[in-house]
Structure formats: C-alpha cells, structure tokens
C-alpha cells in the first residue's frame, strides 16, 4: 500500500509536465494576446510590454523560463493584474476557494448521506419521496439560476442572509455559497446512498446479520453503511473535483475573493502566467485527491489490494 | 426567525470586533464593477478602476459633482501669452497622507513615468499635448526630462505643451496626469500602490484589498478638504454579474449601483422609481466598415447601409434604456465645440424613402436581395450586442445584404479590427475628455512606419481623406475656440458626407442611486467623486 502511495505520487511529476506544456502551448495558439483591448496600443508601447513579459523571445525560450521559475515556486508577474503577482493572488485565492469547496463538500456529503439512507430505509414511504424530491432540485435547477434565486428569497425578500459578498472571518457571507456549491452535489450522493443501500440490504450478508437477531440500527451501521459507501466514494474524487473548479459560478456571482474567476478571467484576458499558475494548482489538488480517493477504497473494501 | 437573529446578533458583534473603525463611522457601499488591475494611476484604463484611484489621488485639477473642471492640488494657475506654458502653484495645505507635503516633484514623477516607455501606459497618449511627450513615450528622446514638466521649486509647476490646446486643463482632471508621491516611490518603486506603502493626497486612503471581492478606503483626515468629505468610508465592491449586483443593492447591501441590466429598468422603474439615472454620456457606440474592401471603398455602398438603419428604434426598443440616435460623430454636449451638431438631410427623411433609396444604390452596384452581397459583421459577445446585431441585420436584408454574424469576446475582436481582418466591426467610444478632437482622431489617416506598414491606430475603417487629416492639424494651431470649432465641424462634415463611419447610438450611463444618498449629480463625464456625496441613515 505505501509503494503504491509512493508511486502514485511521483507519477504526479511526468503528469504535471506534459500539463503545463500542453496548457502553455495552447494558450499562444488561441488568437488574440494579453494586450488587445478597444483602445489599439501604439506599436512602440507594444514591444515595450512584450519586451517586459519577455513575449519577444522565441516560444521554446519562454517555455523554459517558464519552467526554470515555476521550479523555485515562482509563478511570475500578472500580464492584467499589475498591483499583486500571481503568487500573491494563489495564496489569497486558493485557501479561500478550497475552504468553501471543502465545506460544500462536507455539508453534501454528510446530508446527501444520510438523505440517501434515510429514503432507502423507507423506500417508497414519503420520506423517501419528499428527500428524493427537495434533493432534485439541486439537480435540476442550474447553480447560477440556483445562486440568485436564494439571494432573491433568504437575501432580498427574507433578509436572513447577506446577498453577497465577503469579510474575512465572518462566516455569515458562506451560508448562501455553500448552500448553492453542496445542493446538486449533495443530491447525486443521496442517489447513489439510497440506490447502493437498497441493494445491500438485500444482501445475505444482512440478511444474516438481521437473523442473528441484531437490531436494524445495528445492522445498518456496522453491516451495511461500509460496503454501501463503495459507490459513493468512487464519486466523491471526482465530485470533489467538481465542488472545487464549480465554484466559478458562485464565486462569480457572490463577489468572493477565490481562485475561480481566475480562471476564466486570465484565459479571457490572455493573462498566460495566471491562467498557467491557476492549471498548475488545481491540477496538483486534483491529483492528490485522486490518489486520497483511491486510498480510502482499499480501507473500505477489504477485496481492493494495490499491488 | 428567533434563531437566526441571534446568530445575526452573534456574528455582527465578533464583526465589530474585528472592524478596526468606530461603529458609528458613516459607510458608503459602492458596487464598481470589475476589479481593478491595480491603483496606479498610471497602469489603468477602466472606469472601475478610474472610482478608487480618483478618490485617493487628486491632481493639479480636479473635477466638481457636476464634471466640471476646478482647482484641484494647484491654489492657483497662469497661462503664458502664446497659450503653451502653464505654470501652477500648489496650496500650501497640500499633503499626502504620512504627513509630507505634496511638492512639485510629485507632479514631475508622475507625469514621466505615464510617457516611460517602460511603464506601458495605455493612456499615455492622453497627456501627449506635453511637450515631448509623444517623442518619449515612442523611445525618441530617451532622457524623460527633456518632458515639458518642470519643478521650478517645490510648490511650483511648470508644464509646456507643443502647442496651443484649449482642452489642457480638462486633460489634467484625467488620472493619467496625477501626481505619485516622490517620497514613497524613491524607497519601494512600483510598489508603492500596494497596501502599506500606498499613501493619499485625496479625500481617502486605501486599506485593504480583497481581490475579488472589495477594496476599502478610509476618510483621509489630512486632506484640505476632509471637513465637507462625509463618508468616513468606502467600500468598492467586485461584482461583474448584474443580476447578483441588483440583489444586493435591492437587500440593501449596495447604496449605488454603477450599471444595470436594460432587462431590470423596467423593474427599477416601477418598484424604486427615481432611483435609477439613466443620462446621455459622451460616447458613441458605431460600426466601422473596412474601408479597403473594394466592396466598402464605394462611398455609395457605404451610404447605403447607414441610411437604411432605422436608429430610432434601438435605444427605446432595443435595448429598453432610451439611448439616443446618433447621426453626428461627436456627441451633441460635448466643449468647446460651438455650432449646431452634425444632422445629414437624410435624417429626415421618412424611414420608408430611405430604405427605397439605399435599395437603389445597392442595386446600381450591382446587389439586389436575389443576389446579395455578403458581409461578415463582427463584434464582441455581449447580449446587447448581439441585439443590436440582429435587428440591423433584418433592416438591411432588404436592400440586398446578406449579413453573417460573427462574435468573438473583447481581446480577440478588436485585435482583429485592428489588423483589418473585418468587414463590418462593431465598436465603441467612451471620450476620455470633453473635447471634440478626442472623437475626431479616431478617423484620422494612418502613420507610416518603417517596414512600409501603416499604423491606423484606433481608426479601424481606415477611413483616409487628406483634406479630414489637414483640417486636423489646422485645428491644432487655433487658438481661438470658436474658429477651432469651425474647423473641426467642418472636418466631421467632410467624414460624415462620405459617411467614413456608422455611427448608432450616444451611450447614457447607468447608475441606481439609493435614497439615502445625496449630492450626486449627473454629467456627462460620467465622474462621480465619492467626497461629494452624502448618505442619512
């Protein structure tokens, strides 16, 4: 198990490079540049930026650089943020945005795992169908239309929430994020508890336990949540991943300082070193997430052994 | 409801807590749009990024509530007889925020490093009425004092321009002529916008920066004015979603609101009537034609397709918000533009004839609506936009244009209108100053330049009449307004005749002003300095 922890970490340094070098390589194809706008820039102000940014050189050149400085954690200037760098920005960004993505997490995990039990305990009885029902709409309704409907109804109309925006240490600006980040999460988990759960209670194995005369609290927690969890957890990497990189949208919308509009903005921008630092980021989250997922299947099925 | 005003309760009180100001400190919550790239006066060229510095930073000029051009950090201001030296004395009282004076030096540094070539300023060529100016910021002259900006001695400021320009005062009210203080620069250099070393001679100092989220500014108790300021603070909030900016403005979040959504004017008209400030802006929204596709060189073809777009219909019904028409190039207010606004006959004439006429030139060229000419129209993703783009579309489909719409976000667009890879390009103009000329350049003919290209600058038609360009630089040399304003209106008759451009709306600027807030005037510069204002509880 540890080799195999070991080597799926170091495997992260060939998948980061070719990463980088695919993202970096792209970003110079897409047409336009970081320093198009609607005012054209005089030609001799032109070279003096590319100059700067040292867009003059021959690409592989930059690219090296490029790598040379990423080495020593350096991620370089913003070509369009001028007053912060790019290393400046990830570290107020990225906390934040892993905060609230983990939270979400948490929240859906938690309600979306015990919503899916609590409807598959009581299948087709209606607390089964009003958990089902409330958790759709996560699904169904879009986050953005999500987000500003509940700013509308708990921030306008109610008053019981801020609308929008942040200061740091008051969690009273999370509460409509969080609820906006975890509701479609928290609902595919509760579909997948209550779908796995229902079959596992079907089992021998519970069958078994539930003849030996065991109590159906008893039977539930210790014989059927670990092998019901499987699927759950399976989705739980990638869903994080999700909560993670979809906090876009909500960021966008409640004004919080993440790491999310980065993304969108610097790609729009051309902004190459933030779009790059932020790929570079989230890329080395995900992976280690991966690697965590994978790691806590082998605690919960005894059959998974990594060779 | 019990539950949750507790925990309001709860959390306002460990929010006080960490609030370093006192509780009674009058806040005004401003949503300004985009974040913005940084607080240098210098380094920026967006309107949101215009609001925070022009509260901390004042210049030798400064604007009142109405946009107007007034005293700022200058007490008083001489002209020589020629028209192009000026010399400014500073107040006495004049000081940036650690306690040091503000000398004249400040003014010097500022202006050099806006036409430092290395500074990569987008708005250098603003201040290029600068003696010098221009040769610097294109790598001429090298030494950045040979720049028409002197420090005669500590309080005083000597600036000599090129030549005569009747705007000059207007274009210091503009944040790329403001002063950077020598002190802070000397010790930390560009890093002196950041928090911590940024110190301000205006009514507010910036503390904190949360990007993406607000900059806050605090009241600056030593500045000359501090006892009519009446914000103690402010708060500039990111948020690019309207939608989202309404929420918060309508749960009272936000005291202003610096746009809208045309979709919600409807809705502020009717549930928060008065609140919202709908007022003609000096701008023009236009489309340029690329005037060297052989198609769009026949001035004809050209006539054709401006006079056959209904304008009437696309600020009350297009857009909901009532921007006005435009048939002129510069915009009817603009100064020192004396003369009645550019009108072409055909303005008047019924929609109907002007359809039968453009139909009439179109098929002398040889296109009829069974066989079409085919244009690209180009312009950057934006719901309105792509409104506009499609209501024009089926004003022309009948005169024998078969449109192709074409959209591309901002960066991309105009680096193609720039390169000339367009046919029809839609395009926008907010003037950075109240002064015709700042319209007129944009149709000024290219510069060569070694390598036998030509540089267009922002005239993307590439619009060309020698005569346009002579009456330009004529203009330049007048220094009597009037007979300037003769000159240039004839110059905009010359390009309008031969119709050089489309232009289709005068932009208006939108705000939604809360009730509790005072002394906001609109103007058509758009400018609202937050030491004006007033906010009852």
Redesign the interface.
């Known amino acids: 198990m540890f080799n195999y922890a070991f080597r799926r970490v170091l495997s992260i340094i060939p998948v980061a490079l070719i990463a980088v070098t695919i993202c970096f390589f792209i970003l110079r194809l897409a047409p336009g540049g970081p320093f198009d706008g609607e005012r054209a820039l005089p030609p001799d102000i032109l070279r003096n930026l590319a100059a700067h940014y040292n867009l003059d050189k021959p690409l592989i050149e930059q690219y090296v650089i490029y790598l040379g400085h990423l080495v020593t954690g350096d991620f370089g200037p913003s070509m369009v943020i001028k007053d912060f760098t790019i290393g400046q920005l990830l570290a107020i960004g990225l906390p934040f945005s892993l905060t609230l993505g983990f939270t979400a997490f948490i929240v859906a995990t938690t309600i979306g795992i015990l919503a899916g039990t609590i409807a598959a305990v009581n299948q087709n009885k209606w607390p089964d169908y009003v958990l089902v029902l409330v958790v759709m709409l996560g699904v169904i309704i879009p986050n953005f239309l999500m987000a500003h409907f509940l700013q509308l109804i708990f921030g306008v109309y109610l008053d019981w929430t801020p609308t929008g925006g942040y200061r740091p240490g008051s969690w009273e600006y999370l509460i409509l994020p969080i609820t906006v980040l975890a509701w479609p999460h928290a609902a595919r988990i509760s579909r997948l508890m209550r779908g796995s759960m229902l079959e596992v209670l079907n089992t021998n194995y519970v069958r078994t336990a539930r003849s030996k005369g065991l109590g159906e609290r008893l039977v539930l927690a210790r014989h059927a949540i670990k092998p019901a969890l499987i699927p759950v957890v399976s989705y739980l990497g990638p869903g994080l991943s999700y909560l993670l990189t979809g906090s876009l949208v909500v960021e966008q919308i409640f004004g919080l300082p993440g790491i999310g509009k980065y993304f969108i903005n610097a790609a729009l921008n051309r902004d190459y070193g933030l779009v790059l630092g932020t790929t570079v980021l989230y890329m080395f989250v995900i992976i280690a997430l991966n690697l965590f997922v994978d790691l806590i299947y082998a605690w919960l099925d005894p059959k998974v052994r990594y060779r | 409801m019990k539950f949750?005003s507790i925990?309001?309760v709860a959390?306002l009180a460990?929010?006080t807590v960490?609030m370093t100001a006192p509780a009674f400190a009058v806040t005004l919550n401003l949503h300004n749009g985009g974040?913005?790239?940084?607080?240098?006066p210098q380094?920026v060229?967006g309107n949101w990024e215009d609001r925070p510095v022009s509260d901390y930073i004042e210049g030798l000029m400064t604007l009142d509530a109405a946009g107007n051009a007034i005293l700022g950090q200058a007490a008083s201001y001489q002209v020589s007889d020629d028209q192009t030296v000026y010399t400014f004395t500073l107040r006495d009282d004049a000081m940036w925020s650690d306690g040091t004076p503000v000398t004249a030096g400040d003014f010097v540094l500022g202006l050099q490093r806006l036409v430092d070539?290395?500074t990569?300023?987008?708005y250098?060529?603003l201040q290029y009425a600068i003696k010098n100016a221009a040769a610097i910021?294109?790598?001429e002259i090298t030494d950045l004092n040979e720049l028409g900006v002197k420090a005669i001695d500590d309080k005083t400021v000597e600036i000599t321009l090129e030549s005569p320009t009747p705007y000059f005062l207007q274009a210091l009210t503009h944040y790329s002529a403001y002063p950077n203080p020598k002190h802070v620069y000397d010790q930390v250099g560009d890093d002196w916008?950041?928090i911590g070393n940024v110190v301000a001679n205006g009514p507010f100092v910036p503390v904190e920066?949360?990007?993406?989220?607000?900059i806050r500014a605090e009241k600056n108790a030593g500045y000359y004015d501090a006892a009519n300021v009446q914000i103690d603070e402010v708060y500039y909030?990111?948020?690019?979603?309207d939608?989202?900016a309404l929420?918060?403005y309508?749960?009272?979040?936000f005291d202003m609101l610096s746009t809208f959504s045309p979709d919600a004017y409807p809705l502020l008209q009717s549930d928060y009537p008065g609140q919202a400030h709908v007022v003609p802006f000096l701008g023009v929204y236009y489309y340029v034609m690329n005037q060297e596709d052989p198609v769009l060189a026949d001035v004809n073809v050209r006539k054709a397709l401006s006079i056959s777009i209904n304008r009437e219909v696309i600020g009350p019904e297009i857009l909901g918000t009532g921007e006005l028409p435009a048939y002129s190039w510069v915009p009817p207010g603009t100064a020192n533009y004396e003369g009645d606004t550019y009108r072409p006959a055909w303005a008047d004439t019924p929609y109907a004839d002007r359809v039968a006429e453009a139909a009439a030139l179109m098929a002398a060229a040889g296109y009829t609506p069974d066989n079409p000419l085919n244009l690209q129209l180009r312009y950057n993703t934006s719901d309105a936009h792509q409104r506009i783009a499609v209501a024009i579309a089926a004003m022309w489909a009948p005169i024998g244009v078969n449109v192709e719409l074409f959209n591309?976000?901002?960066?991309?667009h105009?680096?193609?209108l720039?390169a000339g890879d367009f046919q029809i390009g839609r395009?926008?103009?907010l003037m950075d100053y109240n002064d015709p000329i700042n319209m007129l350049d944009l149709l000024k003919g290219g510069t060569a330049?070694e390598g036998g290209t030509i540089?267009?600058?922002?005239n993307?038609g590439r619009y060309d009449n020698d005569e346009y360009d002579a009456l330009l630089d004529e203009s330049a040399t007048q220094i009597d307004l009037v007979e300037r304003a003769a000159t240039l209106h004839s110059a905009e008759a010359i390009a309008m005749d031969e119709f050089g451009v489309i232009p289709i709306y005068y932009y208006v600027s939108k705000w939604v002003i809360a009730p509790q807030i005072g002394g906001f005037v609109d103007n058509p510069v758009d400018r609202h300095l937050v030491r004006y204002l007033t906010k009852s509880e």
């Open positions: 949750t925990m309001r959390a460990g929010a960490l974040d913005p790239r940084s607080l240098d380094r060229s070539p290395a990569a300023s987008d250098a060529y910021n294109s790598g916008t950041s920066w949360v990007p993406g989220s607000y909030y990111v948020l690019e979603d939608a989202a929420n918060r309508r749960a009272g979040e591309a976000d901002v960066g991309t105009y680096d193609a720039s395009a926008g103009w330049q540089n267009w600058g922002n993307y």
